[in-house]
């Protein structure tokens, strides 16, 4: 199983930028399909970006695509979320997840502790 240690959650005001970093260890990471959920105080969690194994396919929220980019490096057994233009309704809670399959297709087998992300207005 892959172990999962998110960082690059901050407070940041509405425009910022923010990049989080996903680190892995154990077994391959380039096995593994990964991705990006947030969740809000008092709302169900949420999907917010995936990238294959490879990094060739990128998948995104509405609420996200043009502001958001998910990136990978297989080297660096690090996965990225660059978030530009935020505002206030992206605060949460940011977990990184991991499987085989295509993350928002699944319940992602492996989880990350989770970074905060508050944007104020």
């Known amino acids: 199983q892959v172990q999962l240690v998110e960082s690059g959650g901050g407070l940041v005001q509405a425009g910022d930028s923010l990049r989080l970093s996903c680190a892995a260890s154990?077994?391959?990471?380039?096995?593994?399909?990964m991705g990006w959920f947030r969740q809000a105080p008092g709302k169900e969690r949420e999907f917010v970006a995936g990238?294959?194994?490879?990094?060739?396919?990128?998948y995104y929220a509405d609420s996200v695509k043009g502001r958001f980019t998910i990136s990978r490096d297989n080297a660096k057994n690090t996965v990225y979320l660059q978030m530009n233009s935020l505002k206030p309704e992206d605060t949460a809670v940011y977990s990184c997840a991991a499987d085989e399959k295509v993350v928002h297709t699944t319940t992602p087998g492996a989880w990350g502790q989770g970074t905060q992300v508050t944007v104020s207005s």
């Open positions: 154990g077994r391959s990471f380039s096995g593994y399909n």
């Open positions: 990238i294959s194994k490879s990094g060739a396919l990128k």
